[in-house]
């Protein structure tokens, strides 16, 4: 499933929509279904103030800016002509009061059949002079002076006055006559610039609900992801670097997160938004939506087209990126190898290699963006050039308004805006699908120690320890131990020792119950170890490794690592056993020094003794210590010597050692070699038998003495 710098390699990852991995979110959402429904409503809310703006224009110019009225002369038409007409379209048309002429509003006559409409203007029967209405009141405010007398008075009061006479007047009676205009196009203004406020408010309630839902499951998955690591068996860390793993807590996580605040929710609203700018279209005019929809096919097959190809060069530049990192990540951390062996030059020549690979996938993602983009423009542009060329013919054939005309023009353009986004979307896409992927791998991934159904914890722990024909392979076909049996009593002190490779480790390994022994058995106080709790038998161990790892942090934390039951008094008790306190003294603040990374600044013997600590802070019964003397000088040693004898006193305690002068005094050495125990017996019996042993203890003591 891994490639060779620990990426997910493309052919293996799936379809990048997959509904399965969608679904393996809901249980994460599901907690906040009220907020993620909260959210869809005020995205469908701010949808709905979005089209509402165009259609304001639209009703302020033709209600208000080019309100028009259209007379219609009957004396073209026959009597049974004239009988169709007022029963057809009676509804529509106003009369005169004196001469019972007819007028049509602009408004009207969109509501009239195109073929019946065009007919009538061809015979003349609506006449092209446009008239204007207001009330009586208003006219009678004007002066005399200049005043038109020309009107048309209609049968409820109001008057009709042509634009050509209206035009004539002075602007200052314009202005009184038209306005209830004016103040309704200033109400129109006013609404539009309320939604307009309204809906940023809007917006800032459901990024900040989307954010907050995206942090909540983030966070969520994060500590499930955690735990699931924790859970492991020491072989899931053998095959996953830690790299790797860090990187699936918190960039893929990231991008999981992107992917909900940015796509997920923005589909639904895109959705609106697309479903609505379609509904109004057809309401305005569906004549007009049908001829701009022509486009449709076109822009979704070039979509299609779009998003195949913006795949491949995604891919492509995630497994450069991947490759880089990688690099990086090891070159850095192995940069004194590199800088001693003067290997900088073959270093450079291998990064400059995968960094050319990952500009040629950042060009070919950048090529086809820099196609894309331009095409949905020229569609854009397309398609208002198209509204304009029939719109426009239709309102000059008074088919549709200039304000129908205007708020197509507007919609069209809020049309494409989602599609342009689809080159973001769909890169955030496909980084959250793959991060998803490999999230929820290492999640369905079961590599935990195995715990028996039948738990329980023997009444009295002494630390008893006794290993019956155990045998164990890393690898089934590849065994490391044979048969080993051995026992330690309560209280005892027994040191194993051996060649390396002779499988010391591994039998730690199995008593920390790391793995399990593929034949035989480990027990302790009468009972197998996989009966065992693993929490409850873990906490009566304590384990010194000779890689001590340090985390960052204060001294006292590194003891406690934040176990229950263990203060600050117990941290100092087992500091003073494990003569650590003579040197943590010494440091500027003592037990609350900050330690960095890898604790870089303590000397090899310093954390030596700290891990001393650590392991008596818990009291634990059986005692485990893994080459706890082999890097440090001779005073040291006999400090962690000391440390050693008060450690193991009262306690059951089993000592890997490296350098045989500090076992001497153990109850029992078990002698390994070759996955075996050959030997056993004090000091002086395995010397006075001249075996393997012997033949170590020469090998190691030193030729001479330093002055």
């Given at each position: 499933m891994f490639g060779e710098y620990g990426y997910i390699e493309e052919g293996k990852l799936g379809k990048p929509y997959n509904i399965r991995l969608l679904k393996r979110l809901v249980p994460y959402a599901r907690p906040y279904w009220g907020i993620i429904g909260a959210a869809l409503s005020l995205i469908l809310l701010i949808t709905l103030l979005d089209l509402a703006?165009?259609?304001?224009?639209?009703?302020?110019?033709?209600?208000?800016?080019?309100?028009?009225?259209?007379?219609?002369d009957t004396q073209p038409l026959s009597t049974e002509e004239r009988r169709a007409l007022f029963a057809k379209y009676g509804h529509l048309l106003e009369k005169e009061r004196k001469d019972r002429t007819c007028f049509i509003s602009q408004r009207s006559m969109r509501e009239m059949d195109p073929a019946d409409l065009h007919g009538y203007q061809s015979r003349k029967v609506l006449r092209p002079e446009r008239f204007y209405r207001i009330g009586q009141e208003a006219l009678d405010r004007l002066p005399d002076h200049g005043t038109p007398r020309a009107v048309r008075p209609m049968a409820d009061?109001?008057?009709?006055?042509?634009?050509?006479?209206?035009?004539?007047?002075?602007?200052?009676?314009?202005?009184?006559?038209?306005?209830?205009?004016?103040?309704?196009v200033t109400v129109v203004a006013v609404v539009c610039l309320f939604v307009v406020l309204f809906s940023f408010g809007l917006g800032y309630g459901e990024h900040y609900l989307l954010e907050s839902i995206g942090q909540h499951m983030m966070q969520d998955i994060r500590l499930d992801l955690f735990q699931r690591m924790q859970s492991q068996a020491v072989r899931f860390f053998d095959r996953h670097p830690v790299g790797r793993l860090v990187t699936r807590v918190t960039n893929d996580i990231e991008n999981l997160n992107e992917m909900f605040k940015s796509v997920v929710i923005t589909v639904f609203k895109d959705f609106f938004l697309l479903t609505g700018i379609l509904a109004v279209l057809l309401y305005l005019n569906w004549r007009?939506?049908?001829?701009?929809?022509?486009?449709?096919?076109?822009?979704?097959?070039l979509t299609l087209l779009f998003s195949s190809l913006a795949r491949e060069?995604?891919?492509?530049?995630?497994?450069?990126?991947?490759?880089?990192?990688?690099?990086?990540?090891?070159?850095?951390?192995?940069?004194?190898?590199?800088?001693?062996?003067?290997?900088?030059?073959?270093?450079?020549?291998?990064?400059?290699?995968?960094?050319?690979?990952?500009?040629?996938?950042?060009?070919?993602?950048?090529?086809?963006?820099?196609?894309?983009?331009?095409?949905?423009?020229?569609?854009?542009?397309?398609?208002?050039?198209?509204?304009?060329?029939?719109?426009?013919?239709?309102?000059?054939?008074?088919?549709?308004t200039l304000g129908s005309l205007v708020a197509f023009i507007s919609y069209i353009q809020m049309f494409f805006k989602p599609i342009r986004d689809i080159s973001e979307k769909y890169n955030i896409m496909q980084s959250a699908m793959a991060s998803t992927e490999r999230i929820f791998e290492f999640m369905d991934q079961r590599d935990a120690m195995p715990e028996s159904e039948h738990r329980r914890v023997p009444p009295v722990q002494k630390g008893h320890l006794v290993a019956d024909e155990v045998s164990f392979g890393y690898r089934e076909d590849r065994p490391v131990l044979f048969d080993i049996s051995?026992?330690?009593?309560?209280?005892?002190?027994?040191?194993?020792?051996?060649?390396?490779?002779?499988?010391?480790?591994?039998?730690?390994?199995?008593?920390?119950?790391?793995?399990?022994?593929?034949?035989?058995?480990?027990?302790?106080?009468?009972?197998?170890?996989?009966?065992?709790?693993?929490?409850?038998?873990?906490?009566?161990?304590?384990?010194?490794?000779?890689?001590?790892?340090?985390?960052?942090?204060?001294?006292?934390?590194?003891?406690?690592?934040?176990?229950?039951?263990?203060?600050?008094?117990?941290?100092?008790?087992?500091?003073?056993?494990?003569?650590?306190?003579?040197?943590?003294?010494?440091?500027?603040?003592?037990?609350?020094q900050q330690?960095?990374?890898?604790?870089?600044?303590?000397?090899?013997?310093?954390?030596?003794?700290?891990?001393?600590?650590r392991a008596l802070a818990a009291k634990p019964r059986?005692?485990?210590?893994?080459?706890?003397?082999?890097?440090?000088?001779?005073?040291?040693?006999r400090l962690i010597q000391e440390a050693i004898s008060r450690m193991a006193a009262g306690r059951t305690t089993l000592v890997v050692a490296h350098r045989l002068s500090t076992i001497r005094d153990a109850h029992r050495i078990l002698v390994m070699y070759h996955g075996r125990i050959i030997e056993q017996g004090t000091h002086e019996s395995l010397m006075a038998r001249g075996g393997i042993y012997a033949k170590l203890t020469r090998l190691?003591?030193?030729?001479?003495?330093?002055?």
């Open positions: 703006v165009p259609y304001l224009s639209k009703i302020a110019i033709d209600r208000y800016i080019l309100s028009a009225w259209y007379r219609v009061d109001t008057v009709l006055i042509s634009y050509d006479r209206l035009n004539k007047l002075p602007r200052k009676d314009r202005l009184l006559i038209r306005e209830q205009d004016l103040q309704g007009l939506a049908l001829v701009t929809f022509l486009l449709l096919p076109l822009i979704f097959g060069a995604f891919r492509e530049l995630r497994l450069t990126i991947s490759k880089l990192n990688a690099f990086l990540q090891e070159r850095l951390s192995g940069m004194r190898i590199i800088q001693l062996f003067v290997a900088e030059d073959e270093q450079m020549e291998a990064f400059s290699r995968i960094n050319h690979e990952n500009y040629q996938a950042g060009m070919k993602q950048i090529r086809v963006f820099a196609i894309f983009m331009p095409i949905m423009e020229l569609m854009s542009a397309c398609a208002v050039a198209l509204v304009i060329w029939y719109g426009g013919g239709k309102v000059i054939g008074e088919e549709i051995f026992e330690v009593k309560p209280g005892e002190t027994v040191a194993l020792v051996g060649p390396t490779g002779s499988g010391k480790t591994t039998v730690v390994n199995l008593i920390e119950r790391f793995y399990d022994p593929q034949w035989g058995a480990l027990f302790r106080d009468g009972m197998d170890l996989r009966q065992w709790p693993m929490g409850a038998y873990r906490r009566g161990l304590g384990l010194c490794l000779q890689d001590v790892f340090i985390f960052s942090g204060n001294l006292a934390d590194n003891i406690s690592l934040g176990r229950e039951g263990i203060d600050r008094e117990k941290i100092e008790s087992a500091a003073a056993a494990a003569n650590a306190l003579t040197f943590i003294k010494k440091l500027p603040h003592g037990f609350d330690l960095g990374e890898g604790g870089s600044t303590l000397s090899a013997g310093e954390r030596q003794l700290l891990s001393f600590a059986l005692l485990i210590l893994d080459e706890a003397t082999s890097s440090v000088d001779p005073q040291t040693e190691r003591k030193p030729s001479h003495k330093l002055p």
